[in-house]
């Protein structure tokens, strides 16, 4: 891309990771995070909405719950609000 940030400019940024959660485990995070290392997350933050138990989240992340209105796009914006 030719706009995209150089790996230097990246390593200056802090990328907070927000996921919206409903019913599936979240054991894939930490890997998919691991996997792309070069930029580890500042924060990931789960944000649970059906009410049940959040299986898989990393020790690190901070857990969220929401009534389950809104969709994924509902998760997003309150978390920039």
């Given amino acids: 891309y030719p706009n995209a940030p150089t790996d230097d400019e990246m ?17 894939w995070i930490e890997r998919r995070l691991r ?6 997350p500042a924060s990931l933050h789960v944000i649970s909405k059906c009410n049940r138990t959040v299986a898989g989240a990393p020790a690190t992340a901070t857990v969220e719950r929401l009534p389950n209105v809104g969709r994924c796009d509902h998760s997003y914006a309150h978390y920039l609000a």
């Fill in 35 to 40: 996997a792309g290392g070069r930029w580890p």
């Fill in 11 to 27: 390593a200056q940024k802090r990328i907070h990771v927000v996921v919206s959660h409903c019913l599936k485990p979240l054991a």
